[in-house]
DNA sequence: TTACATTATATAGCAGGCTAATGAATTGTG
DNA sequence: CACAATTCATTAGCCTGCTATATAATGTAA
């Protein structure tokens, strides 16, 4: 008799899970992406945060981690590699010299023309219309949201559970 | 004029981009899990293993990797991993030499009674309801499938698309 | 049966991800 | 002012992920 030591009940199907849907799709479309991303020769993290500087031009190594929800030791050598590229500089600040701020080089801020057909590209390669993928943005949007609110309660108290896994 | 290398219409913004969004979210989830899986002693991906493993002791690595959606030689070291930890034993298969069946050992079958109380405790993490986790489910292995019947439409002729980075 | 393709796994090399620890600059406080 | 605490960035060490390549076993065709 096993079946203390299988799941023969199937309670822990990978299928079943949320985070490994979340997982595997953001796994997915991240590959559909890179043969669209290596005509800027760039990779799917580099994108996001050229993303964020075409929107403000020398910000810090930690507002870039920040937006892009990763670590600051994550940022720092994504940064440096997209240095290495010739993407962006960068400077020490002058008024405080902890602080280092990141700017994009010519070369970075002509990629943008280039990326302006990225999104275009990728939704001929995933073919998902726009209602669903708005959908998506909002429930995983309320999900992180979630996150912080039980997280930040350091008086978690009456928090009430479902399994969600 | 800096409009034509600055996104100053915001056409590229990483909170409009679907990918980014599951993207973010999952490693948001997978963080909660890991105070979980500490517990065990694994890690999420080798928690993803060990949950196809309890359904099917012995496969082979090559039908882990593809439950895990995640290519072969990822699986290869996670599973040596798990075997240094003395949570499975690989074993080359007697009637093909080129296959290697992954089985749980003792210490790894135990591990699925520990393992039990992970998706109640994540639903406390993250306070997300029952009913979103199975539509987020389900759109997300629609996304999915999007990708295969595209991707394996060779001829790809009249696919039109939107713009859902 | 030799030759060639295919299959299954493993390895190498690179780019993220994380936590923890380090170092340098700044801020806060007695 | 001095010293502690904080902040920002970097580094180190580990575990994924990927592609490309190697190696061995199997299958197939000439």
Redesign the pocket.
Known sequence: MKSCTTDAKGLLKIEDQMCFAL?STS?AIT?QY?PLLAKLDV????YLTLMVLWQRDGI????I?SS???????????????EKSGIVT?QRSK???????VFLTAKGRDLYKLALSVPHDLGCAIGVDDKLAKKLIKEANSIKRSIQRIGSATDDKDLDQVNTG
Do not use: H, N, S
């Open positions: 997982y796994r590959k890179a990779t799917y993290p580099q810090l190594v930690q507002e981690a892009l929800e990763i670590d600051q030791a994550t940022a720092t050598p994504l940064i440096q590699r997209l960068r008024e405080d010299e902890r602080k280092v701020q």
